[in-house]
């Protein structure tokens, strides 16, 4: 007697081995990634390497010290902040120097290309954290030194030719960065805690 034993047929795996292919295709082109945070910069061209150093000094004056601390405590010339959207006002009172006084920046004539003699400020934003500071304090407190030095830039532009600094042509932008330059200085992060 023959046994009637029915062989169960085999799933043919090429088609499903196609059929994940296909799937991880798909899914890696409609995936988005997380954008990591940043701060955007240009940084200055390199130096001749025939240039030699200058040591140079700085008037007292004409820096604004913003530090923040370990505990994300923001200081700006020597006074406590309880949020960095305090800065704006700070930043561009010390740039304007609108009193004239002898403890804000001072003032230097330059002759810009395009467009003639200018008043420009000598101060300089001199910006320092601790290592322990997070990184969302960090970039607050960045993005308020640059949005007030973008406000004056843009006071700067209507005053001269009635349209904001973004809405200008390449060479009125770089008359503005010239006569509103974004002087800001940053140190190394320090560790308050070890001396």
Same mark, same amino acid.
């Given at each position: 007697?023959?046994? *009637?034993?029915?062989?169960?047929? /085999? ?29 955007? &910069? &240009?940084? %200055?061209?390199? %130096? ?11 008037? $007292? ?8 601390? #370990? ?10 902040? #309880?949020?960095?959207?305090? +800065? ?16 804000? %920046? ?6 810009? /290309? ?16 601790? &290592? ?10 960045? *993005? ?7 406000? +004056? ?14 809405? +200008? ?7 503005? $960065? ?8 940053? #140190? ?8």
């Amino acid at each position: 007697m023959a046994s *009637n034993k029915k062989k169960t047929p /085999e799933i043919n795996g090429g088609s499903m081995a196609d059929i994940s292919f296909l799937m991880l295709i798909f899914f890696l082109m409609v995936t988005t990634m997380d954008h990591e945070k940043g701060i955007a &910069r &240009r940084l %200055p061209p390199m %130096p001749n390497k025939d240039q030699k150093a200058e040591d140079m000094k700085v008037n $007292r004056r004409n820096i604004l010290e913003v530090k923040i601390s #370990s505990g994300d405590r923001i200081f700006a010339g020597g006074e406590y902040l #309880s949020d960095a959207s305090q +800065l704006d006002e700070i930043v561009i009172n010390f740039f304007t120097n609108p009193n004239n006084s002898d403890k804000l %920046p001072s003032f230097k004539t330059k002759n810009i /290309e395009g467009f003639g003699e200018c008043r420009v400020s000598e101060g300089v934003i001199s910006l320092q954290n601790d &290592r322990a500071t997070h990184y969302d304090i960090y970039l607050r407190v960045q *993005n308020a030194l640059v949005r007030a030095i973008n406000t +004056l830039r843009d006071n700067f532009a209507m005053q001269n030719w009635g349209k904001k600094y973004e809405d +200008l042509d390449d060479a009125h932008q770089k008359i503005v $960065r010239k006569a509103v330059p974004q002087s800001i200085s940053e #140190s190394e992060p320090v560790n308050v805690g070890k001396k």
